[in-house]
């Protein structure tokens, strides 16, 4: 089971702002012929990681899919600096020229398949950033998720049964 709860102020759905040079990255990377322009990998390990989602499981193609029709860009990191029990987290990092810019937070040693498979949990909360055109900022985030999310059980920390139900079913078209 996966254990990625959603958090505003400061968690999984996070309304921290980030800035990160790799937000600036380039837009069509080596990667983007496959992944597409919308959902990149902060290192090309973890492009691979995504193409590898793609491939196997269609749930993850679908999500990324629908991304690539969306103005969100969502850049998939991997880190040993989530909170004790939280697998990952999405951050809002900036919006600029009509995009927005999320930050996919993935914990470290996970495996492959329980990377891949929380990356889509993950992923699952930036199309509902996505379908939100309110959300600019992270206090747009914030609302967001006091209004949709599911409270976790640490403060200020929300999930949504859309973003459950897509990891598990990632989790089981990788297995």
Not at 31 to 51: K, M, N, Q
Not at 55 to 78: E, G, K, M, Q
Not at 147 to 167: H, K, L, N
């Amino acid at each position: 089971m996966l254990r990625a709860f959603g958090r505003v102020v400061g968690g999984i759905v996070s309304v921290v702002t980030l800035v990160s040079p790799s937000v600036h990255a380039e837009a069509n990377g080596p990667h983007a012929s496959v992944i597409g322009s919308r959902v990149r990998g902060a290192t090309p390990a973890i492009a691979r990681l995504v193409e590898h989602g793609i491939r196997r499981s269609p749930t993850f193609a679908a999500l990324v899919a629908a991304l690539n029709r969306s103005d969100v860009i969502v850049y998939i990191d991997i880190t040993p600096q989530l909170p004790a029990g939280i697998d990952g987290r999405l951050a809002f990092a900036t919006s600029a020229g009509g995009v927005r810019y999320l930050h996919a937070q993935v914990a470290v040693g996970l495996g492959r398949d329980g990377t891949i498979a929380v990356a889509g949990h993950e992923l699952q909360h930036a199309l509902e950033v996505a379908a939100d055109p309110r959300v600019r900022d992270r206090d747009g985030l914030a609302v967001l998720y006091a209004v949709i999310g599911i409270p976790g059980a640490r403060r200020d920390t929300y999930d949504t049964a859309a973003a459950q139900q897509a990891g598990r079913r990632v989790r089981s078209e990788l297995s």
